[in-house]
């Protein structure tokens, strides 16, 4: 159980204590299954957890339970001492459940639902997405349903992005360019236009002139339909952030081992520390497994000793010395990545979870992996015995659809 | 330490695995949108095709749509900027932004010299470039329209083949559907007219063509799949899909057997043979990375076959297990491009043996399934 090098400690007691997580990172690094791994791991801890997931990978979001588009949670079926619950965010419809909450009247959620630019804009207004998650935590955190609420956070461009979005999205909505395309069509007093400038005028001019009068008559009903709902979208935004603050939420930023997502992983460390939120570790998915203390060096010359043997089975020794020192190699420069990417930076956690963990089809896969991050289960290379089935037996190597290859189940709890 | 042979009998059921025959083949759109998942390598890819390209002779741009950087910087040049630059001989790249699309449109069609500083102060850039990307993606396709209409005197195209590094399959479809998008809400004058031309380019395969990369991992895949799907619904032709980060087989399926037997004592023997000193554990290990191993291979060839049902075809990129992508590994990449649609060339990794590999997998482990 000696942990690898750099990593140090687990998130047990961010698992056993936080009343929310929020899993965040680069796109393709393995958020949504951290989430879920959190989760079930908080579930078997005895505590009831929630999961909102977004976008999972559809053998995961059966493994929970979510075949069918969940907009509410649901029971997921785990044998546990606690409870799991699970959710997906539908991003398509979310302006929409949005409008409808908060427009004044249904009359006017119609309006907006009706206008032209919205239908062309609606689904990828940016920060929408972020903001929904924001709010639907928010919801749900008052319901007070549940010891934890493990929240995903949607695949942005940045991991930044997130944090930014709903404060982007009401700045946009109460803009002075909001106000300046309502003005000609409020006809209110001249003085605002005045205020603005030359600039307001001609750019009405020359929009007109490009796209018709038209389109801007729309634009203008658009933002109109919003009136009165700023503000609140902006007291949201602000009771989340305030939520999100509080020491007993806590962020687990998620990273691969390359430098591009480990560089966005150190950006959202750093942006944490200025937000005043907390982390509560960084979770590197997918290191390939460091194998032994052997000089990969080492292994290669004995491998290419071998490899002219006639004797079959020292070739195959050959193969396998030569495939562990590559993996090996690869497991050093990953592990240097990491150290350097984080460098200088209070990491109160660091976890490392094993490549074979990359794919998770089912729920014993999610809890080999909650496994690691609450340091029940060694690292693969922390010599733990993993897998005393089958190493090796190639019948079974082509079980490429069943989840064969999460066999570092979790010991020491049930 | 083969894989399967080479004139292995083609098998049945499976249809085969669909190939480019040629340069010509793979580049046979003026335009390649290279997609993908996030994380999958779409930007590598994007730049080892534009080598690829290069290489062939063609005249080849390179777009950046997203304002990473990331493209020249895995060439290792200063960052690109809203002008087409020649980095390497035959080899140009570009880096488009919304709002210097908006001043040169407006400039062009307009003749309007001060907008930049009226549309700064009216704020009225956050809306086109940030609030609304149904906007900003209309920019940013209609710059490639702009370049892709570009001609040389003699009235051929000036780039051959314009590979653009085009945002992940989330996403691609929405942006290609900004200028119908925009037809839909703007129904007269020169955005309505200059909207219709775009779609055009888009809808002719002579003229564009998607490029989906994927890993063979199986969200990837999936999402390659339903790719190829909704992009057709869209009207857009696939011209290939990258396998990329492919695992190239380091143990075969008979060595794995042997692996799998091993007596510890007798493999402490054969190490110490060559001044290796390894010990039970040490032993345990090696048959369990292979064990890995050969599960990561089987899974592969299971993606693999998931990809093939198509008649798009398929390209393999192998996992060069490097850090960065810096320009010796896309050369690498490039080159195995070019060895893959059959072009000569010295280099590049000869990945047929992983290709067959992936399709048909070991003869020993078909025997010891018992399938096909």
Same mark, same amino acid.
């Given at each position: 159980?000696?942990?690898?090098?750099?990593?140090?400690?687990?998130?047990?007691?961010?698992?056993?204590?936080?009343?929310?997580?929020?899993t965040t990172g680069a796109g393709g690094v393995g958020k949504t299954t951290t989430a879920a791994a959190l989760g079930l791991a908080a579930a078997r801890r005895g505590r009831s957890a929630l999961v909102i997931t977004i976008d999972p990978a559809r053998r995961l979001a059966q493994a929970?339970?979510?075949?069918?588009?969940?907009?509410?949670?649901?029971?997921?079926?785990?044998?546990?001492?606690?409870?799991?619950?699970?959710?997906?965010? %539908?991003?398509?419809?979310?302006?929409?459940?949005?409008?409808?909450?908060?427009?004044?009247?249904?009359?006017?959620?119609?309006? @907006? &639902?009706?206008?032209?630019?919205? !239908?062309?804009?609606?689904?990828?207004?940016?920060?929408?997405?972020?903001?929904?998650?924001?709010?639907?935590?928010?919801?749900?955190?008052?319901?007070?349903?549940?010891?934890?609420?493990?929240?995903?956070?949607?695949?942005?461009?940045?991991?930044?992005?997130?944090?930014?979005?709903?404060?982007?999205?009401?700045?946009?909505?109460?803009?002075?360019?909001?106000?300046?395309?309502?003005?000609?069509?409020?006809?209110?007093?001249?003085?605002?236009?005045?205020?603005?400038?030359?600039?307001?005028?001609?750019?009405?001019?020359?929009?007109? !002139?490009?796209?018709?009068?038209?389109?801007?008559?729309?634009?203008?009903?658009?933002?109109?339909?919003?009136?009165?709902?700023?503000?609140?979208?902006?007291? !949201?935004?602000?009771?989340?952030?305030?939520?999100?603050?509080?020491?007993?939420s806590q962020f687990v930023v998620v990273a691969s081992p390359q430098p591009p997502p480990l560089r966005e992983a150190r950006f959202f460390v750093d942006r944490l520390e200025q937000e005043g939120l907390h982390l509560a570790g960084v979770v590197v998915n997918r290191l390939h497994d460091?194998?032994?203390?052997?000089?990969?060096?080492?292994?290669?010359?004995?491998?290419?000793?071998?490899?002219?043997?006639?004797?079959?089975?020292?070739?195959?020794?050959?193969?396998?010395?030569?495939?562990?020192?590559?993996?090996?190699?690869?497991?050093?420069?990953?592990? &240097?990545?990491?150290?350097?990417?984080? @460098?200088?930076?209070?990491?109160?956690?660091?976890?490392?979870?094993?490549? &074979?963990?990359?794919?998770?089809?089912?729920?014993?896969?999610?809890?080999?992996?909650?496994?690691?991050?609450?340091?029940?289960?060694?690292?693969?290379?922390?010599?733990?015995?993993?897998?005393?089935? %089958?190493?090796?037996?190639?019948?079974?190597?082509?079980?490429?659809?069943?989840? %064969?290859?999460?066999?570092?189940?979790? &010991?020491?709890?049930? | 330490?083969?894989?399967?042979?080479?004139?292995?009998?083609?098998?049945?059921?499976?249809? #085969?695995?669909?190939?480019?025959?040629?340069?010509?083949?793979?580049?046979?759109?003026?335009?390649?949108?290279?997609?993908?998942?996030?994380?999958?390598?779409?930007?590598?890819?994007?730049?080892?095709?534009?080598?690829?390209?290069?290489?062939?002779?063609?005249?080849?741009?390179?777009?950046?749509?997203?304002?990473?950087?990331?493209?020249?910087?895995?060439?290792? #040049?200063?960052?690109?900027?809203?002008?087409?630059? *020649?980095?390497?001989?035959?080899?140009?790249?570009?880096?488009?932004?919304?709002?210097?699309?908006?001043?040169?449109?407006?400039?062009?069609?307009?003749?309007?010299?001060?907008?930049?500083?009226?549309?700064?102060?009216?704020?009225?850039?956050?809306?086109?470039?940030?609030?609304?990307?149904?906007?900003?993606?209309?920019?940013?396709?209609?710059?490639?329209? *702009?370049?892709?209409?570009?001609?040389?005197?003699?009235?051929?195209?000036?780039?051959?083949?314009?590979?653009?590094?085009?945002?992940?399959?989330?996403?691609?479809?929405?942006?290609?559907?900004?200028?119908?998008?925009?037809?839909?809400?703007?129904?007269?004058?020169?955005?309505?007219?200059?909207?219709?031309?775009?779609? *055009?380019?888009?809808?002719?395969?002579?003229?564009?063509?998607?490029?989906?990369?994927?890993?063979?991992?199986?969200?990837?895949?999936?999402?390659?799949?339903?790719?190829?799907?909704?992009?057709?619904?869209?009207?857009?032709?696939?011209?290939?899909?990258?396998?990329?980060?492919?695992?190239?087989?380091?143990?075969?399926?008979?060595?794995?057997?042997?692996?799998?037997?091993?007596?510890?004592?007798?493999?402490?023997?054969?190490?110490?043979?060559?001044?290796?000193?390894?010990?039970?554990?040490?032993?345990?290990?090696?048959?369990?990375?292979?064990?890995?191993?050969?599960?990561?291979?089987?899974?592969?060839?299971?993606?693999?076959?998931?990809?093939?049902?198509?008649?798009?075809?398929?390209?393999?990129?192998?996992?060069?297990?490097?850090?960065?992508?810096?320009?010796?590994?896309?050369?690498?990449?490039?080159?195995?491009?070019?060895?893959?649609?059959?072009? *000569?060339?010295?280099r590049g990794r000869d990945v047929g043996p992983l290709v067959r590999d992936l399709l048909e997998g070991d003869p020993e482990d078909r025997d010891d399934r018992g399938r096909p």
């Amino acid at each position: 159980m000696t942990p690898a090098s750099s990593a140090h400690g687990s998130l047990s007691d961010a698992v056993d204590t936080a009343t929310i997580l929020v899993t965040t990172g680069a796109g393709g690094v393995g958020k949504t299954t951290t989430a879920a791994a959190l989760g079930l791991a908080a579930a078997r801890r005895g505590r009831s957890a929630l999961v909102i997931t977004i976008d999972p990978a559809r053998r995961l979001a059966q493994a929970l339970g979510l075949d069918d588009l969940a907009a509410e949670p649901q029971p997921v079926d785990v044998d546990a001492a606690g409870r799991l619950d699970a959710m997906m965010l %539908d991003m398509e419809s979310t302006f929409d459940q949005l409008i409808e909450r908060h427009a004044a009247t249904p009359a006017r959620a119609d309006a @907006i &639902r009706a206008n032209r630019i919205y !239908r062309t804009l609606s689904s990828t207004l940016s920060g929408t997405q972020e903001y929904m998650a924001m709010e639907k935590l928010h919801e749900l955190h008052d319901r007070g349903d549940w010891d934890l609420i493990v929240v995903d956070t949607p695949p942005t461009r940045s991991a930044l992005d997130f944090l930014d979005a709903p404060q982007r999205m009401t700045s946009f909505l109460e803009g002075r360019l909001l106000r300046l395309l309502m003005q000609p069509a409020l006809s209110a007093g001249r003085g605002y236009l005045r205020a603005v400038g030359f600039g307001a005028t001609a750019f009405m001019k020359v929009a007109g !002139r490009v796209t018709g009068m038209e389109v801007l008559d729309d634009i203008a009903d658009f933002f109109r339909a919003f009136d009165g709902m700023y503000d609140g979208f902006k007291a !949201r935004a602000a009771e989340v952030l305030v939520l999100l603050r509080r020491p007993t939420s806590q962020f687990v930023v998620v990273a691969s081992p390359q430098p591009p997502p480990l560089r966005e992983a150190r950006f959202f460390v750093d942006r944490l520390e200025q937000e005043g939120l907390h982390l509560a570790g960084v979770v590197v998915n997918r290191l390939h497994d460091p194998g032994s203390g052997h000089d990969p060096a080492a292994l290669v010359a004995a491998a290419d000793a071998l490899a002219t043997d006639p004797e079959p089975e020292h070739r195959a020794l050959a193969a396998a010395l030569a495939l562990v020192a590559h993996q090996s190699t690869i497991a050093r420069r990953e592990r &240097r990545d990491v150290g350097a990417a984080l @460098i200088n930076r209070r990491i109160p956690v660091l976890v490392e979870v094993g490549h &074979r963990a990359g794919e998770v089809h089912d729920l014993d896969g999610l809890a080999a992996i909650g496994g690691r991050l609450t340091g029940e289960v060694a690292a693969p290379g922390d010599g733990a015995p993993i897998d005393p089935g %089958d190493p090796g037996d190639p019948r079974h190597a082509d079980d490429a659809d069943q989840s %064969d290859d999460h066999h570092d189940q979790p &010991r020491g709890r049930p | 330490m083969a894989t399967a042979s080479s004139d292995a009998p083609p098998r049945t059921g499976r249809g #085969t695995w669909p190939v480019h025959d040629g340069h010509d083949d793979l580049f046979g759109a003026n335009v390649l949108l290279v997609t993908g998942k996030g994380g999958v390598g779409k930007t590598t890819t994007a730049a080892a095709l534009a080598l690829a390209a290069a290489d062939s002779g063609r005249d080849t741009l390179v777009v950046e749509v997203e304002g990473r950087h990331t493209l020249s910087r895995a060439f290792a #040049t200063p960052p690109w900027d809203y002008h087409e630059r *020649e980095f390497r001989p035959g080899l140009w790249g570009v880096a488009l932004d919304p709002a210097e699309s908006v001043y040169e449109y407006l400039e062009l069609f307009y003749g309007l010299k001060r907008v930049q500083w009226m549309m700064e102060r009216s704020s009225a850039l956050d809306f086109v470039t940030t609030a609304a990307p149904g906007l900003r993606d209309l920019l940013l396709v209609g710059k490639v329209y *702009e370049i892709e209409a570009r001609r040389r005197d003699d009235g051929r195209r000036r780039f051959d083949t314009i590979i653009v590094d085009a945002p992940p399959t989330g996403r691609i479809v929405p942006f290609l559907q900004s200028p119908t998008a925009v037809t839909e809400i703007v129904r007269v004058g020169p955005i309505r007219r200059q909207s219709a031309q775009i779609r *055009e380019m888009l809808l002719d395969p002579r003229r564009t063509c998607a490029v989906l990369v994927t890993l063979l991992e199986e969200m990837p895949v999936t999402e390659a799949v339903e790719g190829v799907g909704s992009l057709a619904d869209a009207g857009i032709a696939t011209g290939a899909i990258v396998a990329n980060q492919v695992v190239l087989p380091a143990v075969d399926g008979p060595d794995a057997g042997l692996v799998a037997a091993w007596s510890a004592p007798d493999v402490i023997a054969a190490a110490a043979g060559v001044g290796l000193d390894l010990d039970a554990p040490d032993v345990s290990m090696l048959q369990r990375q292979v064990a890995d191993h050969r599960r990561h291979l089987a899974r592969q060839r299971h993606l693999a076959n998931r990809l093939a049902t198509g008649s798009t075809p398929i390209l393999v990129l192998p996992d060069l297990a490097t850090d960065a992508v810096d320009v010796p590994t896309l050369q690498v990449l490039a080159d195995t491009i070019a060895r893959q649609v059959g072009a *000569e060339g010295p280099r590049g990794r000869d990945v047929g043996p992983l290709v067959r590999d992936l399709l048909e997998g070991d003869p020993e482990d078909r025997d010891d399934r018992g399938r096909p």
